[in-house]
């Protein structure tokens, strides 16, 4: 049975029971609830497991170097799911604390199962979003090393928060332009900088950085994906279709 087949008074129960038994294994300093929990089938119970790890990484003082050093043992684990939640939980402590997690994260830069990878990008949304200035320092450098599949979801992550500060997101975008990458990498990019193009006042964020930009053909096929931004998802934008392409007219 699902987490979410249970009745609401039911799951409430099971949550906490999942917190009380993680945390016997974190007082024991043992991985048997820890490794059962985050390789469970059911999402929802990984989930639990990451919230309640980070939760308690940070209310619980005395267990945050025993919860690194889990993790740390999880990080090789040959079942994916158990590094998924592995990277899920350094997301959530990475909100507060990421020079806890910066080089941990390194660690799954190479990892070649797809649900590790989502993994990944799921973390650096979420700490983007919290936590945004030494998440992007270490990305600036992490760009660098990594490969271009891992490049592309590593830029996905920080889409979150390019929505709402894109001047933060744009210098590494035109840095990651400047460099020969692929097509894979490029769709990305025009993907994230429409997507970052949408809400009040980051059209004109937007417009006025990448006007700037070099390459011709790339701005053009930006502009079109800005416009199908606010075509397909009008009740999301700030600025009509109309308004957005009179805009991008006058200013692009």
Sequence with gaps: MGYYDLSASERKHFYKQMENEILKDLIKEKT???????????????KNCYLILGKFYITKEIYK???LSILDKLTNSKNEKIR????????????????????????FLKDTHHSVKNGLTGAIKQIGE????????WVKNTLKKCNSDMEKRI???LELRGRTHPEELLPILKD??????NKKTKK????????ISYKKGCLEKVVNEIKTWNNKEFISECKNEIIK??????KFCYLTLKEAEKYLSDNL
């Design 188 to 195: 990305m990019l025009v993907h994230i900088i429409g997507q």
């Design 32 to 46: 048997n609830v820890i490794k059962k929990f985050s390789s469970d089938y059911d999402t929802y119970i990984r």
């Design 65 to 67: 170097p025993i919860i």
């Design 84 to 107: 998924q939640t592995v990277v899920y939980t350094l997301g959530e402590i990475g909100k507060h604390d990421f020079n806890a997690v910066k080089n941990r994260l390194d660690n």
């Design 229 to 234: 931004i606010h075509k397909n998802y009008a």
């Design 176 to 181: 990651v332009l400047q460099n020969n990458i």
């Design 155 to 157: 830029l996905h992550g």
């Design 130 to 137: 919290k936590n945004s200035k030494p998440v992007f320092a």
